[in-house]
Nanobody, 119 residues
């Protein structure tokens, strides 16, 4: 069974940094686009950043210049480096990936990891 396993969330002070990881668990044949989303209390889930299989990244305006998305295709792991964090970045962060398992292509979500930015 294919799963996305996230790690790296936590409590950090404003201006601090965190790095989130998203690892694929299970057997896959290929990986497509990977993205990070977040959902704050009382708000809709929103896209934060995405990266294609070729490595081209894109970012939401609110995180441009502060966050960096990357991927390691050899280990099937994606990362979100978050710098200069702000209180408004507080949310549950979710990894999303389009993966080809032995049964075909499908869209997968991680379980979410809490990021809290507070002094």
């Amino acid at each position: 069974q294919v799963q996305l396993v996230e790690s790296g969330g936590g409590l950090v002070q404003p201006g601090g940094s965190l790095r989130l990881s998203c690892a694929v668990s299970g057997r896959i044949r290929s990986t497509g686009t990977v993205g990070w989303y977040r959902q704050a209390p009382g708000k809709q889930r929103e896209v934060v950043a995405g990266i294609t299989s070729g490595g081209g990244p894109n970012y939401a305006d609110s995180v441009q210049g502060r966050f960096t998305i990357s991927r390691d295709n050899a280990t099937n792991t994606a990362y979100l480096q978050m710098n200069r964090l702000r209180p408004e970045d507080t949310a549950v962060y979710y990894c999303n990936a389009i993966l080809a398992s032995p049964s075909g292509w499908a869209n997968y979500w991680g379980q979410g990891t809490q990021v809290t930015v507070s002094s």
